[in-house]
């Protein structure tokens, strides 16, 4: 533990080494009480959900704090059957659809923007990259005139051609910086072996790039699957409705049932939750240079 | 010759189509329809000049909005930025390491739920009667403490600000985290040979080095601040009264009850100046930062 010396500046001599020791472990006690203090703000109410998605609701109102007396599964077949089935698939198939929508462009555009030089390119990256300082809010009423005017209202197109075209700058940004570094070697002797641009980005680019297409993925696959305005907004019928919109309807619907209702937003959180835990390296790569050059 | 020279532009061509129609035409758009008076539900549009921005300007509601987004961007700076570089710093200190990576993903996991679960299991949270906030005060001997939080109008806005946090806080701690591993050992192992202790080094060695982030995740922040909507809505809707109206939901319940929707725009050019303000501040502040 030779970083633990820096604790106790004073005894800094090989002699005392146990004092060390002891003061290391003394200087610690706040850093744990700090993350542990901050640990039960954070786990308590996740677990008070947990185990409150599994009682009556009679039981949550006399003691939400214990251990259901049996645990109920049916609240999540309830939960299940009352909506959420198909707020599920919409929220899947519309985030499917704006993943792979989102990539493909971005990936087409980065590999426009970094293997070839033609008039206009800086401000094309720029008209791309200036995307991010835009909030989705401020634009909100001429988006819904829009959508109207194209007539794609209350269609899933709605929110996956917006989602797209807001989650492009940041993709763009990161799938750009991939292929920056992609060798112009192996181009060249793709070249020289006859390939034309388009092999070249569908044999060389995309499959050396897995990696963070695979980020860009899941960051765009976190984003979709929780937007709520324009889910609110854009999407009017009840069967089209993806999950963060949904639930609000759900809720409604289930006023007193809160045990189902626990049990709602239970299913909603766990695919997400999911895919963060197997993809931690890739989602956290993906945050993090998005926001160091954003 | 001349299909090569087009080939490229072919490549961006669809990124740049699909932004311009839905992020950028709308911007613009927005900016035109705040001179405007017209319904959601007619082709019909009447000029107004200014009136919607006057109007807007003599709407107390304004005011109480605008006050609220800047108590959410000075709590948010204080709990996110201060309290997500102090956590980053605890979980990469070495006396840490056995337990960081655990408490990294439970502090990260709020951030990955979605907005709607959350506020929905905050509204239980909160609840009067089967709340854990009012348990637990009752459990420490402050029933009198206990209230309605969202309910009343002096603690609705600071109940949904703090569901934010609660939210974030893990976000913001993730970007200090990966910040502070890009900092050279070195620097550590100098201070500790001059007899630094956690704090100086942490004021001296990890406050300097992550300056670029804290810079980023303030612009994040404030951001955020002024475009936040989700959170008031789901949890109060603006109430109790307008007690917690924000400029975000302002805009909503103008374009979409009162179908004003030139006085929504109004309000979203408003939005707009205040979060590109904020970018120009923050990016002359950083310039400067940088030369220092």
Same mark, same amino acid.
Request: proline share 4%; hydrophobic share 50%.
């Given at each position: 533990?030779?970083?633990?010396?820096?604790?106790?500046?004073?005894?800094?001599?090989?002699?005392?080494?146990?004092?060390?020791?002891?003061?290391?472990?003394?200087?610690?006690?706040?850093?744990?009480?700090?993350?542990?203090?901050?640990?039960?703000?954070?786990?308590?109410?996740?677990?008070?959900?947990?185990?409150?998605?599994?009682?009556?609701?009679?039981?949550?109102?006399?003691?939400?704090?214990?251990?259901?007396?049996?645990?109920?599964?049916?609240?999540?077949?309830?939960?299940? &059957?009352?909506?959420?089935?198909?707020?599920?698939?919409?929220?899947?198939?519309?985030?499917?659809?704006?993943?792979?929508?989102?990539?493909?462009?971005? @990936?087409?555009?980065?590999?426009?923007?970094?293997?070839? &030089?033609?008039?206009?390119?800086?401000?094309?990256? *720029?008209?791309?990259?200036?995307?991010?300082?835009?909030?989705?809010? !401020?634009? /909100?009423?001429?988006?819904?005139?829009?959508?109207?005017?194209?007539?794609?209202?209350?269609?899933? %197109?709605?929110?996956?051609?917006?989602?797209?075209?807001?989650?492009?700058?940041?993709?763009?940004?990161?799938?750009?910086?991939?292929?920056?570094?992609?060798?112009?070697?192996?181009?060249?002797?793709?070249?020289?072996?006859?390939?034309?641009?388009?092999?070249?980005?569908?044999?060389?680019?995309?499959?050396?790039?897995?990696? *963070? /297409?695979?980020?860009?993925?899941?960051?765009?696959?976190?984003?979709?699957?929780?937007?709520?305005?324009?889910?609110?907004?854009?999407?009017?019928?009840?069967?089209?409705?993806?999950?963060?919109?949904?639930?609000?309807?759900?809720?409604?619907?289930?006023?007193?049932?809160?045990?189902?209702?626990?049990?709602? %937003?239970?299913?909603?959180?766990?695919?997400?939750?999911?895919?963060?835990?197997?993809?931690?390296?890739?989602?956290?790569?993906?945050?993090?240079?998005?926001?160091?050059?954003? | 010759?001349?299909?090569?020279?087009?080939?490229?532009?072919?490549?961006?061509?669809?990124?740049?189509?699909?932004?311009?129609?839905?992020?950028?035409?709308? *911007?613009?758009?927005?900016?035109?329809?705040?001179?405007?008076?017209?319904?959601?539900?007619?082709?019909?549009? !009447?000029?107004?000049?200014?009136?919607?921005?006057?109007?807007?300007?003599?709407?107390?509601?304004?005011?109480?909005?605008?006050?609220? &987004?800047?108590?959410?961007?000075?709590?948010?700076?204080?709990?996110?930025?201060?309290?997500?570089?102090?956590?980053?710093?605890?979980?990469?200190?070495?006396?840490?390491?056995?337990?960081?990576?655990?408490?990294?993903?439970?502090?990260?996991?709020?951030?990955?739920?979605?907005?709607?679960?959350?506020?929905? %299991?905050?509204?239980?949270?909160?609840? #009067? &009667? *089967?709340?854990?906030?009012?348990?637990?005060?009752?459990?420490?001997?402050?029933?009198?403490?206990?209230?309605?939080?969202?309910?009343?109008?002096?603690?609705?806005?600071?109940?949904?600000? @703090?569901?934010?946090?609660?939210?974030?806080?893990?976000?913001?701690?993730?970007?200090?985290?990966?910040?502070?591993?890009?900092?050279?050992?070195?620097?550590?192992? @100098?201070?500790?040979?001059?007899?630094?202790?956690?704090?100086?080094?942490?004021?001296?060695?990890?406050? #300097?080095?992550?300056?670029?982030?804290?810079?980023?995740?303030?612009?994040?922040?404030?951001?955020? @601040?002024?475009?936040?909507?989700?959170?008031?809505?789901?949890?109060?809707?603006?109430?109790?009264?307008?007690?917690?109206?924000?400029?975000?939901?302002?805009?909503?319940?103008?374009?979409?009850?009162?179908?004003?929707?030139?006085?929504?725009?109004?309000?979203?050019?408003?939005?707009?100046?205040?979060?590109?303000?904020?970018?120009?501040?923050?990016?002359?502040?950083?310039?400067?930062?940088?030369?220092?």
């Amino acid at each position: 533990m030779e970083t633990d010396k820096a604790t106790v500046k004073y005894e800094y001599n090989p002699g005392t080494r146990k004092l060390f020791k002891q003061k290391a472990i003394l200087g610690s006690v706040p850093l744990y009480t700090i993350l542990l203090f901050y640990f039960i703000i954070i786990a308590y109410p996740l677990f008070w959900m947990i185990i409150n998605s599994f009682k009556t609701t009679e039981e949550i109102f006399s003691n939400s704090w214990a251990l259901p007396q049996s645990w109920l599964v049916s609240n999540y077949v309830h939960a299940w &059957n009352t909506g959420i089935s198909g707020y599920f698939f919409n929220s899947a198939l519309v985030t499917v659809s704006t993943c792979l929508g989102t990539v493909f462009l971005s @990936a087409l555009g980065a590999y426009g923007l970094t293997r070839f &030089n033609f008039k206009g390119k800086n401000l094309l990256l *720029i008209f791309c990259m200036g995307g991010m300082m835009l909030s989705p809010q !401020v634009s /909100l009423v001429p988006l819904y005139k829009l959508i109207q005017v194209l007539g794609i209202h209350d269609t899933y %197109l709605a929110l996956i051609l917006p989602y797209i075209a807001y989650r492009i700058p940041i993709t763009i940004l990161l799938i750009r910086a991939a292929f920056l570094e992609v060798p112009k070697e192996l181009e060249e002797s793709a070249f020289l072996d006859g390939c034309n641009t388009w092999s070249v980005f569908t044999k060389i680019f995309i499959p050396l790039n897995l990696p *963070i /297409l695979l980020t860009g993925v899941v960051l765009t696959a976190y984003f979709t699957w929780n937007e709520f305005m324009f889910a609110l907004i854009f999407i009017d019928s009840e069967a089209l409705k993806t999950i963060p919109a949904g639930l609000m309807q759900f809720r409604d619907a289930l006023q007193t049932n809160w045990g189902v209702l626990l049990a709602g %937003l239970m299913i909603s959180a766990t695919p997400i939750i999911i895919l963060f835990l197997f993809m931690q390296k890739y989602f956290i790569r993906g945050l993090a240079s998005g926001s160091v050059k954003g | 010759m001349s299909i090569r020279k087009i080939v490229p532009y072919l490549y961006i061509a669809p990124c740049i189509l699909i932004m311009g129609l839905f992020v950028y035409y709308p *911007i613009v758009e927005n900016f035109r329809f705040s001179f405007y008076e017209f319904s959601a539900f007619s082709p019909d549009k !009447v000029f107004v000049g200014f009136e919607n921005f006057l109007n807007l300007f003599q709407d107390e509601v304004f005011y109480i909005a605008l006050k609220n &987004n800047i108590w959410y961007a000075v709590i948010s700076i204080i709990f996110q930025v201060f309290g997500g570089l102090i956590l980053a710093a605890i979980l990469e200190d070495p006396v840490t390491r056995f337990v960081s990576g655990f408490f990294r993903t439970i502090f990260f996991l709020p951030v990955v739920i979605s907005i709607t679960v959350i506020a929905l %299991l905050f509204s239980f949270v909160y609840n #009067p &009667n *089967i709340g854990i906030l009012n348990n637990f005060l009752s459990l420490l001997g402050l029933e009198e403490w206990a209230r309605a939080w969202l309910g009343e109008s002096e603690t609705a806005i600071f109940a949904v600000i @703090a569901v934010s946090q609660w939210q974030s806080i893990g976000y913001i701690m993730m970007l200090f985290i990966v910040s502070i591993q890009a900092i050279p050992r070195e620097l550590y192992e @100098a201070a500790e040979i001059d007899g630094a202790g956690k704090v100086r080094k942490f004021i001296y060695v990890t406050v #300097p080095q992550v300056r670029e982030m804290f810079f980023v995740a303030t612009l994040l922040t404030l951001t955020g @601040a002024f475009t936040v909507f989700n959170e008031p809505y789901i949890l109060t809707g603006g109430g109790p009264g307008n007690a917690s109206e924000v400029l975000g939901t302002l805009l909503y319940n103008s374009a979409f009850f009162k179908d004003q929707m030139g006085y929504a725009s109004a309000i979203a050019t408003i939005i707009l100046i205040l979060t590109l303000l904020v970018s120009l501040v923050q990016m002359k502040l950083f310039r400067t930062g940088k030369d220092g």
